[in-house]
């Protein structure tokens, strides 16, 4: 869909920068870790369209090393300008008092949740599924904070149902997906977050490369990794019954394997395929 603002980005982007524009803000915030795919597609989404941008990064410790942050470089040079904030704070960063700090220093601007999930974003994210798809049985997706899921779960057909496999561990994100969708032909699969958001094992990154050097499709270690491989596991363990017809969802996200690259030599472990 588009080089750098990839896969359900662009969905979640779509209506919310049209807003922006429509009511003539010429600056965004938005919310995110050092690695968030988020903070790397609207940096360049900005770009596109003109309006600055400003990530408020979680983790002051980034304050000085950011240049050697892939993710980081990238939103910089698309023009983005960071605040670094400690992890208290932005635990903090919807509350009314953080809103108001930011004003103060950036002055009005469109404010963009973590991860671009908000109300526009879920109707963005209801346009991944069309009429093609009606004749799969089983949709799949990876979640992170919860809007995709639910722009999928809105635009399914009554016989189809959806699995969401979460990047993150914690019951917390039933309750976000609840927010945008009446519907209950879903569920949420947490056996395949490999230890939480960010973590990877050996074992998962050979499987992340082995699916690249058989099919030539590359999946990121934060989500689509941890999506396919809990989806083929279900399937050897006869989850789905004999002839399920499952879509699986590739999100994109695939800016993060640089990142995590970086993370894994440091440790000395095996690398992800570029």
């Known amino acids: 869909m588009h080089p750098f603002i990839s896969g359900n980005k662009y969905r979640k982007l779509k209506y919310n920068l049209n807003e922006a524009k429509k009511n003539n803000f010429d600056s965004i915030v938005t919310y995110g870790g050092a690695y968030s795919n988020h903070i790397a597609a609207t940096a360049y989404a900005g770009k596109e369209n003109n309006i600055k941008t400003v990530g408020v990064i979680r983790g002051e ?116 997906i609840r927010k945008f969708t009446d519907k209950s032909n879903w569920s949420l699969n947490s056996d395949y977050n490999f230890g939480g958001y960010a973590k990877v094992s050996e074992e998962l990154i050979d499987f992340i490369n082995d699916f690249k050097l058989v099919l030539n499709i590359p999946l990121d270690p934060i989500y689509t990794g941890k999506m396919m491989y809990g989806i083929l596991d279900l399937i050897q363990k006869d989850y789905f019954k004999p002839g399920t017809k499952i879509l699986a969802i590739h999100t994109g996200g695939l800016q993060g394997i640089a990142g995590m690259n970086t993370k894994l030599k440091k440790k000395n472990s095996p690398l992800l395929l570029l």
Request: hydrophobic share 35%; with cysteine.
């Open 61 to 176: 410790e980034l304050a000085d090393k950011w240049q050697e942050n892939p993710t980081l470089s990238f939103a910089n040079a698309n023009g983005m300008h960071f605040k670094f904030v400690s992890r208290e704070w932005y635990r903090t960063k919807d509350k009314t008092t953080a809103l108001q700090v930011l004003e103060a220093e950036f002055g009005q601007f469109y404010n963009l949740p973590e991860g671009g999930t908000n109300q526009l974003a879920v109707k963005g994210c209801q346009e991944i599924l069309s009429d093609k798809d009606e004749s799969f049985d089983v949709i799949c997706t990876a979640v992170g904070t919860g809007g995709t899921i639910a722009g999928i779960i809105n635009s399914t057909k009554e016989n189809q149902k959806v699995i969401g496999f979460p990047a993150l561990k914690g019951d917390f994100l039933q309750k976000d």
